[in-house]
T-cell receptor, first 114, second 112 residues
Framework: DTGVSQNPRHKITKRGQNVTFRCDPISEHNRLYWYRQTLGQGPEFLTYFQNEAQLEKSRLLSDRFSAERPKGSFSTLEIQRTEQGDSAMYLC????????????FGSGTRLTVV | AQSVTQLGSHVSVSEGALVLLRCNYS??????LFWYVQYPNQGLQLLLKYTSAATLVKGINGFEAEFKKSETSFHLTKPSAHMSDAAEYFCAVSDSGNQFYFGTGTSLTVIP
């Protein structure tokens, strides 16, 4: 069990550019979640996958955001035409069966849009 | 709708003193409740969880929390603070849905 891995750890991008983040969950976990955390706030839910199916999306996930989980393994979160308001920590988490088991979080990707 | 309120964004205690971090929740159904800890530049680590079993829940690193339905509270305690406990603590609530609702966090400082 190597935990939940997120890459890159840090990303600085210019406004208007596209960015993509990757999350590798714990291998036997079939549920994968993306959260966003801004400074001084708790994490906010973005989206959730069960295996390869994206089952729930937050209204925070505008049409500039897209997430995939091909083959039910790793996941990617892409932000197109980044804005300064997208600057945040993007956290990935996974769980074994239900969220009642509790999540295992990755260390996050810190995005700074300049 | 569900929400979490963490009273006190910053708490300072002396090393060896009692730690008490407050969490109140609102939920229309029996909730799942969690406490997570976050160290600088790291993800969140699960401390403990309540999922309708015993109301007093013991977690890692000597922390425990008591679910009080009548007070809609799930306060986190530790009898004796250690320097390594300095971190950000988040309370989270979930119903039968698929997401957690997190509080805004409490930053714990331990004074030597």
């Amino acid at each position: 069990d190597t935990g939940v891995s997120q890459n890159p750890r840090h990303k600085i991008t210019k406004r208007g550019q596209n960015v993509t983040f990757r999350c590798d969950p714990i291998s036997e976990h079939n549920r994968l979640y993306w959260y966003r955390q801004t400074l001084g706030q708790g994490p906010e839910f973005l989206t959730y996958f069960q295996n390869e199916a994206q089952l729930e999306k937050s209204r925070l996930l505008s049409d500039r955001f897209s997430a995939e989980r091909p083959k039910g393994s790793f996941s990617t979160l892409e932000i197109q035409r980044t804005e300064q308001g997208d600057s945040a920590m993007y956290l990935c988490a996974s769980s074994y069966r239900t969220h009642a088991d509790g999540y295992t979080f990755g260390s996050g990707t810190r995005l700074t849009v300049v | 709708a569900q929400s979490v309120t963490q009273l006190g964004s910053h708490v300072s205690v002396s090393e060896g003193a009692l730690v008490l971090l407050r969490c109140n929740y609102s939920s229309s159904v029996p909730p799942y409740l969690f406490w997570y800890v976050q160290y600088p530049n790291q993800g969140l680590q699960l401390l403990l969880k309540y999922t309708s079993a015993a109301t007093l829940v013991k977690g890692i690193n000597g922390f425990e929390a008591e679910f009080k339905k009548s007070e809609t509270s799930f306060h986190l305690t530790k009898p004796s603070a250690h320097m390594s406990d300095a971190a950000e603590y988040f309370c989270a609530v979930s119903d039968s849905g698929n997401q957690f609702y997190f509080g805004t966090g409490t930053s714990l400082t331990v004074i030597p």
